[in-house]
């Protein structure tokens, strides 16, 4: 009786729910506040919101890079909860939850529990508590752009509704695609254009009748929604919207032709970044050989009389099978090339599906593939070259994942006849992606554990690395926030917004980052210059913000001339906390304070 229960529970997904829960809230308490940084990307997330809350219109008053969903879904919480970094958390979370679900939910459509659990788990453990890096921005608590993670999961919940939809066609589900393709276009324009070119690549695959109205629904009514919301602000902004990369569908950087950006792609070096590429792709397919043919020797094994000679046999190859490709794992393919093929077995995988289709053998799974595949590859292209969860990677490739192991537990399996080669063949799979899931998880946790300086303010607090860099941010965030009027207002650059946040200190300009893709059109400059004249901007701060990734090496020097001249002219430094900025290697930050007239 009891096991008939436990069995209606994994059935259900209630035991994968229960373990996936208590992974997430297990990891979430472990690296408690140490997600964000004090100077790169995350306080742009935090200070907008705040702007909005008070009263600016976005694009008008506030330059930002993505769409509005996201900063004016955090102000409205920023007016009911207060404002607090632990609004945002909690918002963090509870994206990581849906989007956890989804990932589960929509593995279902092709694997079983058990395997949908292992998907659902390895984006957990690499994607969501991802600590690769020196920044901690690059996971689903505090992230480098809410948007990012906003429009992931709405891109898996358009995708999720849709397949529902093709299954029974009720107009509900259509219904929930069309809402949540809306959502990505007013959270990230590229990614919605991308999720709709997946479903209409979807409706074509099912080949069923949609009626007009389901197109309609489907993919005109997002379409005049998001015009209308884009209007709107373009009613109140005007041209100042297209400051911001709303439209640009190649790249969601500033501009293209950087080298951060190329780097991020790994079109700087593709000769390398190739040859990882098919060294990646190499190891999948001897793995894929090797854990047949194991499958094949263990059918073989089964035929032998001998139960002890039998069961020796099957030890060994039990322990030896998984050892040798651990050992392979560890020589030659470690876990930070693993995904360097995705592009690849995403094709792979979009080829398998396509002859199943053609061939009539799937007429259910196969169009389901196909889509997610599109979808998968289309947002893999900003880092085409270079796929890894670091970086971009810890959203962008959440769709590809579950690709990845559909082709690994099941398109490739099904291929084999032999049942234990099969079994043998998905197991060893299983085996691997859970090896590299440790090896991430022991990354992140390396990093965590040594963020144990805590920054505290009325805001929130975080905690750091015990280095000078983090430790000169918290005496500057200490400084600003007791040796200044709580009316001050303080501008960092090249960059720090979440100094800004911690210290209760308004940055009053429209721009609010000073990095050299803010730079890129030249009127930037100027327009800075005239804000901070206009408003009179009481502090500015001079960070020792590394600028290597852009090929810049000197703020003032290198780029924003005119700034930093202006600087000079009408300011003066209040205090110094470590070197002056840029003159030693060493981390430093100087205050500015605006001379009298």
């Known amino acids: 009786m009891i096991w008939e229960r436990v069995k209606y529970f994994y059935r259900r997904g209630w035991l994968s729910f229960g373990l996936l829960s208590t992974a997430f809230l297990f990891l979430f308490i472990l690296t408690w506040q140490k997600w964000g940084d004090l100077i790169v990307d995350t306080g742009r997330e935090m200070f907008v919101p705040l702007k909005l809350a008070e009263g600016a219109v976005l694009y008008r008053d506030i330059f930002y890079l993505y769409g509005p969903l996201s900063p004016y879904f955090h102000s409205f919480l920023f007016n009911v909860f207060g404002v607090h970094l632990n ?46 890096l020196f920044l901690a921005n690059y996971n689903f608590i505090i992230p480098y752009s809410y948007p990012a993670v906003h429009a992931l999961l709405f891109s898996l919940a358009a995708i999720y509704f849709f397949f529902r939809y093709t299954k029974d066609l009720k107009a509900g589900d259509c219904w929930l695609s069309s809402l949540a393709v809306f959502l990505i276009l007013v959270t990230r324009v590229e990614m919605g254009v991308m999720a709709m070119i997946a479903l209409l690549a979807g409706a074509v695959f099912f080949n069923k009748k949609m009626g007009l109205v389901s197109w309609i629904v489907l993919f005109g009514l997002p379409l005049l929604l998001a015009g209308m919301v884009y209007g709107g602000f373009w009613l109140a902004a005007r041209e100042e919207i297209l400051q911001s990369n709303l439209f640009s569908f190649a790249s969601t950087n500033t501009f293209m032709d950087n080298p951060f950006t190329s780097w991020l792609s790994g079109t700087d070096q593709r000769a390398e970044n190739l040859w990882l590429m098919s060294k990646s792709f190499l190891f999948h397919g001897l793995a894929a050989l090797w854990f047949f043919l194991t499958g094949m020797a263990v059918a073989r094994a089964g035929r032998i009389r001998d139960m002890q000679v039998r069961n020796a046999l099957y030890l060994v190859v039990t322990v030896f099978a998984p050892g040798l490709i651990y050992f392979l794992m560890n020589k030659f393919a470690p876990a930070a090339i693993q995904y360097r093929s995705l592009p690849v077995l995403i094709i792979v995988a979009f080829f398998i599906a396509a002859v199943r289709l053609v061939r009539s053998e799937d007429s259910a799974m196969s169009p389901r593939v196909l889509t997610l595949a599109v979808f998968s590859w289309l947002v893999l292209l900003r880092i085409i070259f270079k796929v890894h969860p670091m970086h971009y990677g810890f959203s962008l490739l959440a769709p590809g994942l579950i690709v990845y192991h559909v082709l690994l537990f099941r398109l490739i399996p099904d291929m084999i006849s032999n049942k234990t080669a099969r079994a043998c063949l ?52 200490r400084h600003l926030a007791t040796q200044t009027h709580p009316d001050s207002t303080v501008t960092i650059l090249p960059e720090g917004l979440t100094i800004n946040f911690l210290a209760n200190r308004d940055n009053p300009l429209y721009y609010y980052s000073f990095m050299p893709p803010d730079f890129s059109k030249k009127s930037v400059e100027s327009d800075v210059i005239k804000d901070i004249e206009e408003k009179k901007v009481d502090y500015i701060v001079l960070l020792q913000r590394d600028l290597e990734e852009y090929n810049i090496r000197v703020f003032g020097t290198d780029y924003a001339r005119n700034l930093w001249q202006y600087i000079q002219k009408n300011y003066s430094v209040e205090t110094r906390i470590g070197p002056f900025p840029y003159t030693t290697p060493d981390f430093g930050a100087a205050v500015f304070k605006r001379n009298m007239r």
């Not at 945002?88 to 929509?106: N, R």
């Not at 144990?452 to 983090?470: A, E, L, Y």
């Open 426 to 477: 998905a197991g060893g799979f299983i085996f691997v992606v859970g090896a590299y899931a440790f090896q991430y998880l022991s990354m992140s946790m390396f990093a965590y554990q040594h963020r144990t300086i805590s920054i505290f303010s009325s805001r929130g607090g975080m905690k750091v690395f015990p280095n000078d860099r983090d430790r000169a941010c918290a005496n500057l965030i």
């Open 87 to 132: 609004v945002l958390i909690t918002s963090g979370a509870l994206t990581a939850a849906f989007t956890l679900v989804l990932m589960f939910k929509i593995s279902r459509f092709f694997l079983n529990v058990f395997l949908s659990t292992v998907t659902a788990l390895v984006f957990l453990l690499v994607c969501v508590f991802g600590h690769y």
